[in-house]
């Protein structure tokens, strides 16, 4: 960062002082006003959210990704993100139509990847999720998607109560 400082100013910038500034705004968004805090990670700065305000940008991020996606985009990822590594041919068999539309709009919204070729015949493209996935549905990682038994309807016998 340094260097890009240095050329961008046309003098040497001291490693001191950029560590001085950050630390300055490390503080500053630090205090209660502000709903975002400067947290050194992975050998860099990012702003991220306070926890206090999580709950609510989730809500925020639940809803905007719910509109941005249509049902056949939402069936489209689910697919892949639970078959992964996944062909075309595999979702659209699953799916019963061809996903070709709503798998090119799922890669130009960074939500799925090409992770390779199949060894199968014509070595077709296999899809997987992105991170931007994991980010875009504010989970951790794949194990936090729900399982197929978090679907299920309690089966009910005959004569009992439903709670």
């Not at 975002?36 to 990012?46: I, P, S, T, V």
């Not at 985009?73 to 539309?101: F, N, W």
């Not at 799925?112 to 296999?126: A, C, F, N, Q, T």
């Amino acid at each position: 960062m340094g260097s890009c400082l240095s050329e961008m100013f046309a003098t040497a910038v001291p490693a001191k002082d950029v560590e001085a500034a950050l630390a300055e705004l490390c503080k500053k968004y630090g205090e209660e006003e502000f709903s975002f805090a400067l947290e050194k990670l992975g050998g860099g700065y990012q702003f991220l959210t306070k926890p206090a305000y999580q709950p609510s940008i989730q809500i925020l991020l639940r809803q905007h990704s719910q509109k941005r996606l249509s049902t056949a985009q939402l069936e489209t990822l689910s697919i892949i993100a639970y078959k992964q590594p996944v062909t075309k041919g595999e979702v659209d068999q699953i799916r019963g139509v061809a996903c070709d539309y709503s798998l090119q709009k799922l890669l130009e919204k960074e939500l799925v990847e090409i992770k390779g070729k199949s060894d199968g015949v014509g070595r077709p493209l296999i899809y997987g999720t992105s991170q931007k996935f994991i980010d875009y549905f504010g989970i951790n990682s794949l194990q936090d998607l729900p399982q197929p038994k978090d679907f299920t309807q309690p089966v009910y016998q005959i004569g009992e109560e439903k709670h």
